[in-house]
């Protein structure tokens, strides 16, 4: 599986393109006694997540609005169900928890729902291979919700409306006791997960900057798995990390605070709700209904209660400009 910002790409159809999906998939790490989520390794995946949700948000408050109901194509209207297709293996946007560990969660389950709801139907979220979601959907699935970045490879093969944007986040332990800075990086020790957009070009190239205006070289820990990465920050091992801002954010959620961002995230392009390609209709009618949930400020509560509120966007759209 492609890690965040990997310059190798999948083989399938509509390829992993930097980066098909934005964080990684679920394992447990204890560090410390505080549990974290991240990832496995760059080619295996648990397949699972966490088993309960990290907020309280009741997506049945979501009520439906009359006039954006009247919107939604006769077919789906009919059949009162809103289909959406997703790789859920992957926290905390989808992912499979619960008591049954087979209940479909994260923050982009209940958006789908929060959109299901304001549309007048029922969500039903099914579990489904990556690489199939785009060829599916019209067919087998209305919508596909599965942290796809918008490409312009993907645009020929689906709408997207825009939800998130993601980006490249640093991270320190709680209340930088290292002092660490990125203007004062040289000689430092950064944790970084082996692949990544993050340790080559960006790291690599802040590297390089140092030795040769004759500072000392970044101390770059290179590791497999992102759990142990963040592990090197709480324990104070590494002086800081950088990693998809997606990660750090539920990273921090998890460890109960033991690590907080430092700057803010950049490089973010759009991520999208994937539409049938020949279905304009309800690509409008689902990006009317995400902006009514940021309008409300549901939208928001989604995405702070998984820790990921930093990704958030003043607008949803169809099709916006992109530059992967």
């Given at each position: 599986?492609?890690?965040?910002?990997?310059?190798?790409?999948?083989?399938?159809?509509?390829?992993?393109?930097?980066?098909?999906?934005?964080?990684?998939?679920?394992?447990?790490?204890?560090?410390?006694?505080?549990?974290?989520?991240?990832?496995?390794?760059?080619?295996?995946?648990?397949?699972?997540?966490?088993?309960?949700?990290?907020?309280?948000?009741?997506?049945?408050?979501?009520?439906?609005?009359?006039?954006?109901?009247?919107?939604?194509?006769?077919?789906?209207?009919?059949?009162?169900?809103?289909?959406?297709?997703?790789?859920?293996?992957?926290?905390?946007?989808?992912?499979?928890?619960?008591?049954?560990?087979?209940?479909?969660?994260?923050?982009d389950v209940q958006l789908a729902q929060a959109?299901?709801?304001?549309?007048?139907?029922?969500?039903?979220?099914?579990?489904?291979?990556?690489?199939?979601?785009?060829?599916?959907?019209?067919?087998?699935?209305?919508?596909?919700?599965?942290?796809?970045?918008?490409?312009?490879?993907?645009?020929?093969?689906?709408?997207?409306?825009?939800?998130?944007?993601?980006?490249?986040?640093?991270?320190?332990?709680?209340?930088?006791?290292?002092?660490?800075?990125?203007?004062?990086?040289?000689?430092?020790?950064?944790?970084?997960?082996?692949?990544?957009?993050?340790?080559?070009?960006?790291?690599?190239?802040?590297?390089?900057?140092?030795?040769?205006?004759?500072?000392?070289?970044?101390?770059?820990?290179?590791?497999?798995?992102?759990?142990?990465?963040?592990?090197?920050v709480i324990n104070g091992s590494a002086d800081?990390?950088?990693?998809?801002?997606?990660?750090?954010?539920?990273?921090?959620?998890?460890?109960?605070?033991?690590?907080?961002?430092?700057?803010?995230?950049?490089?973010?392009?759009?991520?999208?709700?994937?539409?049938?390609?020949?279905?304009?209709?309800?690509?409008?009618?689902?990006?009317?209904?995400?902006?009514?949930?940021?309008?409300?400020?549901?939208?928001?509560?989604?995405?702070?209660?998984?820790?990921?509120?930093?990704?958030?966007?003043?607008?949803?759209?169809?099709?916006?400009?992109?530059?992967?």
């Amino acid at each position: 599986m492609v890690r965040p910002g990997s310059t190798n790409y999948g083989t399938a159809k509509y390829p992993m393109t930097a980066k098909s999906r934005i964080f990684t998939t679920a394992a447990v790490l204890l560090a410390g006694g505080l549990a974290l989520t991240g990832c496995t390794t760059a080619s295996q995946g648990s397949g699972t997540g966490p088993t309960s949700t990290a907020g309280t948000f009741d997506v049945s408050t979501v009520t439906k609005d009359n006039a954006l109901a009247a919107q939604v194509p006769a077919a789906i209207r009919a059949k009162g169900t809103l289909t959406v297709g997703a790789d859920t293996s992957y926290a905390p946007a989808e992912f499979l928890g619960g008591a049954d560990g087979q209940t479909p969660m994260g923050y982009d389950v209940q958006l789908a729902q929060a959109i299901g709801n304001m549309l007048g139907l029922k969500t039903t979220v099914q579990t489904a291979e990556f690489p199939t979601i785009l060829p599916s959907l019209g067919a087998k699935y209305d919508l596909g919700v599965s942290s796809f970045f918008i490409t312009a490879e993907r645009r020929k093969a689906a709408n997207f409306v825009s939800y998130v944007a993601a980006g490249t986040q640093w991270a320190v332990q709680k209340g930088n006791p290292k002092k660490f800075s990125l203007e004062g990086i040289c000689g430092k020790t950064v944790a970084v997960q082996t692949g990544t957009f993050q340790e080559s070009p960006d790291i690599s190239t802040r590297n390089k900057a140092c030795t040769d205006t004759g500072k000392p070289a970044i101390k770059v820990v290179s590791l497999k798995n992102q759990t142990d990465v963040t592990t090197r920050v709480i324990n104070g091992s590494a002086d800081a990390m950088a990693a998809g801002s997606i990660t750090v954010g539920y990273a921090i959620t998890q460890s109960k605070d033991a690590i907080q961002t430092l700057g803010p995230q950049y490089g973010a392009s759009p991520v999208g709700i994937a539409v049938a390609l020949d279905d304009m209709p309800l690509a409008k009618v689902t990006a009317a209904a995400m902006n009514k949930l940021i309008a409300n400020g549901d939208y928001k509560k989604i995405l702070d209660q998984w820790g990921v509120g930093s990704v958030a966007i003043p607008k949803a759209e169809v099709n916006p400009a992109t530059s992967k």
